[in-house]
């Protein structure tokens, strides 16, 4: 990961109201969208408001508040989606082996289906 939060990644654009999004659930702490490329029949993806690269970097410098209140609003999210009772998937890419492609922490709700195997090589 770079040593710094670049602030022109498009997850910051989106919370800067600079690029739009199809949003599901906003609190003080979270928000959470549309995935523009869905990998799932229902594919959503959750970021906090403040300025983190990815899962580490939120883990260890935000607030507990922070931390708390977005995985509620994870859960909140999920509820909005109405996934609940049908199942789904959480997942949050961190870095070159994983793939991760938007350097701002987000983590991906996947579901609405399903959603085959865990992990695909590929
Ligand atoms: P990752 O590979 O974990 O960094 O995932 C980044 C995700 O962001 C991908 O699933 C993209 O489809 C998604 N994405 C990129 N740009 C946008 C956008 N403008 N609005 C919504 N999702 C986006």
Redesign the pocket.
């Given at each position: 990961m770079p040593q710094a939060y670049d602030p022109n990644n498009?997850f910051a654009k989106?919370l800067r109201g600079e690029?739009p999004?199809k949003k599901i659930y906003e609190d003080e702490v979270a928000l959470c969208?549309?995935?523009?490329?869905p990998?799932a029949p229902v594919h959503a993806?959750v970021i906090p408001k403040g300025e983190y690269q990815s899962f580490s970097d939120f883990t260890l410098k935000a607030s507990s508040k922070e931390v708390c209140g977005f995985f509620q609003a994870v859960q909140r999210s999920i509820e909005a989606l109405k996934l609940e009772a049908g199942g789904y998937r959480l997942l949050s890419?961190h870095g070159e082996h994983a793939?991760?492609?938007?350097p701002h922490f987000?983590v991906?709700i996947c579901g609405g289906g399903h959603l085959g195997k865990m992990i695909s090589r590929s």
């Open positions: 498009i989106i690029i999004c969208f549309h995935d523009v490329a990998q993806l890419n793939g991760q492609e938007v987000h991906h």
